[in-house]
């Protein structure tokens, strides 16, 4: 699963069923393909309900790290798939919130990991619970109490690597706040024979060969042992190394593990001490000796070995001799000592063993429960974790498979009382209506071996404390004779005989029917074991060493304390632990570890179905599944379930306010599941059958799909919304401050300017009133200027008379009237002459007679010109005109003119009224001639030219005869248009005649004169004071 997905339930991402409650159609194929399906993909934890079953790996699984811790801390069991740390949580958390004292029960058989399961509860709840140096201390110590007592307590047996070979009841203390305290370690019947012998391809226990592997040589030097392991003969040697195993670290581990549990060192030195005892003790080996009596006795073979084990332990030699080879028994005052044979020798020798090892390690669970003791006297909550052995059969089973086997029904018998009673009792609360379920109580069994007066147990002891000969056969013979009747006990010879013919059934055994399987057991031993007798001579010879661990293991060898009364027996003593341990559970919230082995190889990924269905059967798994679906396969509180399934109705989704026990009937009622399929009990929904579960978590992952769908929707809706938001909030923002920012700018120019016209106006102000002040002043000042003239000229008056001050003024114009006069007088003398063209003037004398000395030119000039023209007569101004006529008409323009100037204009140059010859002419003209002269006129026609006589009066123009003077032709001089003359200095002219008058009828006239200019400029003239029009004169070269 990727980690960022998060589970709600132990129904989602399923492999099989998490919960075998829930399967469907349930028979012990479907649960077996569950348990198998769910192993092949490592998912090794399945529930029954609340029960957990667990199916050995062999392998390491990555789902014991501390994230896992984390993600199942706190959370619900349903809430994430099966595990045993969901398990030690609510153990834990009701243990912590709800004050109710725990037990975890681990039950399965020998190599199906009980050991293991136990460990990983101690570690989550370590994990889990408080921290602080004190309260880690004692975490670290109980965990550490592990490796200790698996050494001395645990070895390598057919079915497992690291089987315990004894029962392990451990009591975890916690104070109010869930803070370890401490803990109690109850320990049951190690098995102590296999000290001394151990089946085929089995081992000792681990500290043996721990020892021996991981053992510094000084230690070993020490110790007087040797490194190999065939030097000693209580060591298996067929099997001596374990694959995988390395005693030497695990050596290094368990010392350490000592220490941190609070070991001194000098306590541990005593341990090994007595573990090497007991290892050289095996070394000894007897030979018999005949005696005079006749009797055997027997001899120790090699002193050398006895010598050492003395040196270890302090003892002097001579008594451990004795004591191997006399046995005294004491009755009444009186002591009887008989000697001992060979097979007695061994036989004490093996019982000292057994017995120094076994004592050896409940000193040991003493001595940790000492240092993990809780130290305050506060009310502690418990939390207790059992680990027994598991059941066993064996090829030859014996007194101790009896006892495991007993201890497991007795475990079985506790399971099936707690889960029914349990479940019974949940429906009973919940308002459930419940019918029985059939299973088979194994209540029958721990009768036949527990019961007071006829059980097996009771008839062993009876036979132990009989007198006379008590055998094994005895014991079997009384059995078959009590028990014969009991449907679970078969024997050979049993009264009823009905195994008479079973040959598989030998004569010195009987056959249990155990719930989990039929077992047969050897009666060979079983009055020894339970008499677990060592004579009386070995321990009083313990008792004397001057070693203080063994010494204080065997108080009954101090004869002060002797009793002549029977220790219990074996037995005996661990049906009362086993009652002390079943009392102790029942008071106890239990919870189910149901630990399942899958194969018979310790290998991995192999699911032996077979072996499995045989446990499966006898664990009476089914019948679990079947109870806790008797009735309901699936309950849930009625929170829980509203709140997984809400979203499948639109009146519980996304809230509903009332009740969820409302809110789930509105919800089941909606999605239309008939109503024979859940019940309503008081807090919890329960629901018939897995299918309907099934079809809701269908509805449910289909309708998650669409919800995702909506989230999504709404998130980038809202993503989008709000980044909206952000930019118009931001828009704003900026446009605030972009407005803010012109309106400053508009202020402060307006600020500016109106600074500005307010300096202006103020400066015009100030101005102005400067202004004022200073013309107020000024005023004043005048005023006073005017008041001191006016007195001052007040005063100059009535006392000018007084002064000489006028007399400047005078002298003044005096002097300029003499200079003006001087002036004047040389200016007479000095001017110019009077010709109107004369330039010359005299330069004027004094600077400030400028102007009037140019005056005075102008006027000089005037005067002269006005002098010059008064002169002239009519007679002359009117030639002066004329020339002047002259000039304006042809100065620059006809080259003949320069000869004209000189020339005066005398007009009549004929003299017509004083020459006789024109005075038929004259008499003709009655007006004023204005000019005559005679001209050469050209014939247009042929180009002849005849002398005329050109005579202008004031009206006309005549041209007449030169000698006859007979008028040719009279022109009104009207009816001149216009003159035309060459630019030459030739004499032609052409005068140009009016259209349509009666002169024009002859054409223009071509003359020629030498008085041209004359002669036209008179015409001209003569037009213009007749007419007032100026007749055109063009001059050109055409
Ligand atoms: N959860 C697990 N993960 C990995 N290996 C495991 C697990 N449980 C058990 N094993 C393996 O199985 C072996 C046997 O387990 P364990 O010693 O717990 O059995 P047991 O039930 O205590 O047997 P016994 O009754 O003989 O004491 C362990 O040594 C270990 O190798
Ligand atoms: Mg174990």
Redesign the pocket.
């Known amino acids: 699963m990727p980690k960022s997905e998060v589970k709600t339930s132990l129904l989602d991402n399923m492999i099989g069923v998490g919960d075998s409650v829930l399967l469907e159609p349930l028979t012990e194929d479907t649960f077996l393909e569950n348990l198998k399906n769910r192993f092949d993909h490592s998912e090794?934890y399945t529930y029954i309900g609340s029960v957990v079953i667990?199916v050995?790996?062999?392998?390491?699984?990555p789902v014991?790290t501390p994230e896992k811790v984390e993600e199942y801390r706190n959370r619900n069991f349903y809430e994430l798939s099966p595990h045993?740390y969901a398990l030690a949580d609510e153990a834990y958390r009701s243990l912590r919130d709800q004050d109710k004292d725990q037990c975890i029960l681990?039950t399965?058989?020998?190599?199906?990991?009980?050991?293991?399961?136990?460990k990983?509860v101690m570690s989550y709840v370590a994990a889990v619970c408080g921290k602080g140096a004190e309260v880690n201390q004692v975490k670290e110590q109980l965990l550490q109490s592990n490796p200790v007592l698996e050494a001395f307590g645990?070895a390598k047996?057919m079915?497992?690597?690291?089987?315990?070979?004894f029962g392990k009841y451990m009591d975890i203390e916690f104070d109010f706040k869930g803070d370890p305290l401490g803990g109690v370690i109850s320990n049951y019947l190690l098995e102590k024979s296999r000290v001394v012998k151990q089946p085929r391809g089995e081992r000792n226990f681990h500290i043996f060969y721990q020892l021996l592997s991981g053992g510094s040589e000084d230690l070993l030097k020490q110790l007087k042992l040797e490194r190999e392991f065939n030097q000693y003969n209580y060591l298996g040697l067929d099997s001596a190394k374990v694959n995988g195993v390395d005693d030497a670290a695990n050596f290094r581990t368990v010392k350490n593990a000592m220490q941190i549990v609070g070991f001194m060192d000098d306590e541990v030195e005593l341990v090994l001490e007595v573990v090497a005892a007991v290892l050289k003790l095996g070394n000894i080996e007897f030979k018999p000796e005949s005696r005079v009596n006749g009797l055997d006795e027997s001899r120790i073979q090699d002193k050398n070995e006895l010598k050492e084990i003395c040196e270890l332990l302090g003892q002097d030699q001579a008594v451990l001799e004795r004591a191997f080879s006399f046995r005294t028994v004491e009755a009444k005052q009186e002591k009887v000592s008989t000697t001992l044979n060979v097979a007695q020798a061994y036989y004490a020798r093996d019982a000292l063993a057994k017995n120094l090892y076994n004592r050896l390690f409940t000193w040991l669970v003493n001595r940790i429960n000492e240092s993990i003791k809780a130290q305050s006297k506060v009310r502690k909550k418990v939390m207790g974790v059992l680990?027994?052995?598991?059941f066993e059969i064996f090829e030859n089973n014996s007194f101790e498979q009896f006892i495991i086997n007993y201890c497991n029904e007795k475990l079985q018998q506790i399971f099936i009382e707690l889960t029914l009673k349990e479940e019974q009792e949940e429906y009973i609360k919940e308002g459930i209506e419940w019918t029985h379920i059939e299973y088979f109580n194994n209540a029958i069994i721990c009768e036949l071996i527990e019961n007071n007066t006829n059980g097996i147990l009771a008839m062993l002891d009876e036979e132990c404390l009989r007198p006379g000969t008590v055998t094994d056969e005895t014991f079997l013979e009384k059995l078959n004779q009590v028990c014969a009747v009991h449907e679970r006990f078969e024997s050979r010879m049993s009264k009823s005989s009905r195994f008479l013919n079973d040959t598989t059934l030998p004569h010195n055994c009987f056959r249990i029917q155990h719930y989990a399987g039929k077992v047969m057991y050897h009666v060979e031993g079983f009055v020894d074991k339970n008499n677990d007798l060592l004579y009386r001579d070995l321990s009083q010879a313990m008792w004397k060493t001057n070693h203080v661990l063994v010494k204080s293991l065997f108080p009954e060898g101090n004869p002060a304390k002797m009793s002549l009364k029977r220790p219990p027996t074996a037995g005996s003593q661990f049906k009362a632990s086993v009652a002390t341990l079943m009392k102790n559970l029942q008071t106890k919230n239990p919870n189910y570890i149901r630990?399942i082995?899958p194969n018979d190889q310790?290998a991995p990924h192999i699911f032996a179905e077979a072996l499995v269905r045989h446990q499966v059967r006898y664990l009476g798994l089914m019948e679990n599944v079947r109870v806790r679906r008797a009735g309901y396969a699936f309950k849930q509180p009625y929170e829980s379930c509203l709140e997984r399934y809400k979203m499948l109705c639109s009146q519980t989704w996304p809230h509903w306010r009332q009740g969820s026990r409302d809110g789930v009937k509105v919800l089941l009622t909606e999605l239309q599941i008939p109503p024979e399929e859940f019940s309503y009990g008081r807090s919890k929904i329960f629901i018939r059958n897995p299918r309907t579960l099934f079809e809701l978590e269908d509805l449910r992952k289909r309708r998650l799909e669409d919800l995702a769908t909506l989230i999504q929707k709404i998130y980038r809706g809202w993503k989008c919304r709000t980044n909206f938001l952000l930019m118009k909030k931001s828009q704003i923002i900026i446009s605030a401050w972009t407005k803010r920012h012109f309106q400053r700018k508009k202020y402060l120019q307006l600020k500016s300017v109106t600074l500005i016209i307010q300096s202006y106006i103020r400066g015009w102000k100030a101005r102005k009133l400067l202004r004022e002040l200073k013309h107020q002043k000024r005023c004043e000042e005048s005023a006073t200027t005017i008041a001191a003239y006016w007195r001052g000229f007040q005063v100059r008056r009535e006392y000018r008379k007084f002064f000489r001050a006028n007399a400047g003024k005078k002298i003044y114009e005096f002097t300029i009237q003499r200079i003006m006069q001087k002036y004047f007088l040389e200016m007479k003398k000095k001017l110019p002459s009077m010709s109107p063209t004369e330039k010359t003037w005299p330069p004027r004398p004094y600077f400030f007679l400028d102007d009037t000395h140019t005056e005075l030119k102008r006027i000089f000039h005037l005067w002269r010109c006005k002098k010059y023209r008064d002169q002239f007569t009519e007679q002359k101004k009117a030639i002066f005109e004329e020339k002047l006529e002259a000039s304006e008409l042809f100065k620059d323009k006809k080259a003949l003119y320069t000869n004209s100037v000189q020339q005066p204009f005398q007009g009549d140059y004929l003299e017509i009224s004083k020459n006789p010859k024109y005075q038929k002419l004259n008499g003709a003209v009655e007006e004023k001639i204005v000019l005559a002269d005679v001209v050469n006129k050209i014939n247009r026609a042929n180009g002849k030219v005849a002398p005329r006589i050109f005579l202008l009066t004031q009206s006309n123009f005549i041209l007449a005869d030169q000698k006859s003077g007979q008028i040719k032709s009279t022109i009104p001089v009207m009816d001149i248009t216009s003159v035309s003359v060459s630019k030459q200095t030739d004499g032609l002219f052409a005068v140009h005649l009016k259209e349509g008058s009666t002169a024009a009828a002859k054409g223009d006239f071509l003359f020629t004169s030498d008085r041209l200019i004359e002669i036209i400029t008179k015409l001209y003239r003569t037009i213009f004071f007749k007419t007032n029009q100026k007749i055109n004169v063009e001059i050109n070269n055409e």
């Open positions: 090794i667990s050995n790996p062999y392998r390491h699984l014991y045993i681990i399965g058989e020998s190599g199906a990991g009980k050991t293991e399961a136990s990983l645990n047996t079915r497992n690597d690291n089987s315990s070979r680990d027994i052995y598991g630990c082995k310790k």
